[in-house]
């Protein structure tokens, strides 16, 4: 096997993110968090990961990645062999919180079917964040509390943009010090010391070579480092332009740019070299090369963009 590029994470790099409990990708909106995410749950199902990539918000795009529109809100999906999909709303989340905290089933189902009950939770601050993550923390236990469900080797986490990807981390730390004690604190505690130990939990920004989004994965870093003591773990920059001329080639190209053809290629050199630039900051912002995925006209292609990160983290048998 030979050694991976320069600036490319190696395989120690990814048989150590493929390690922990949760692997949580954040990054501005719109930059292709969610297809990042599908993708490094295919690279870990591959590496014979039994796998989840779990969205929240009641969102279901992955599973509409892998054709699998008919997934059921709240339910394990398998979407791909080893790999299996999940949408978390907080209502679901608390549904099943007060089932498995509760020791009558009577009482549960009449809070469960209580508006009013349901409504203060919603309208706790915060308490959205903190019954969502409480789901996540569910899923990366090796003993589960669902009733007959199977423990996953791996939850992908396809995370809010920037900001509240933040606070949904930091839910539980902040509702534990709230409360002082009591099972809320105990709860949030439990919960926060498997999303605050690196051995257990990784963050993986993605951004586009954009000035925005590279300064907000700068600002990603500072804020995790801030509210959990946590390390950015990997960075991915997505969408890049191919860049196929060197300068003296672009400058012999120059006087035929009337030609249509000629005009979109140095368009194409001309943009990438602002991602370039782009890129060299997000190196400086982060403290890491990041792995480079390409633009794929026509929309995203998984599978592709599985291959590229396995290619980068040298994830090869």
Known sequence: MGAPAAGHLGWGAIASLLSRRLVVVMGKGGVGKTTV????GLVAARAGKRTIVAEVARRGDVASAFDRDDAEPFAETEIAPGLFHISIDPQDALDEYLRDQLPSGPVAQILIRSRVFGLIAAATPGMRELLTVGKLWELALLDRRT???????????????????????SAPRTFAAAAGAGPVARQGTIIDATLSDPKQTAVVAVA????????????????????MNLALERVVANALDADRFSAREAKLLEPHAEHPAVARALRGHQSAL??????????????????????????PDLERLADELESQLDVRA
Do not use: W
Request: without cysteine; positive net charge.
């Open 147 to 169: 009733p007959g469900a199977d423990a996953y080797d791996l939850v992908v986490v396809d995370a809010p943009a920037t900001g509240h990807g933040v606070a949904l981390l």
């Open 274 to 299: 602002r991602q370039r630039t782009q890129l060299t900051r997000l190196r400086k912002l982060t403290g890491q090369a990041p792995a480079r995925l390409s633009l794929h006209p026509g929309g």
């Open 208 to 227: 586009k070579a954009e000035e925005l989004a590279v300064t907000e994965t700068g600002a990603l870093r500072e804020a995790l480092r801030a509210s």
């Open 37 to 40: 995410s599908a993708a490094l």
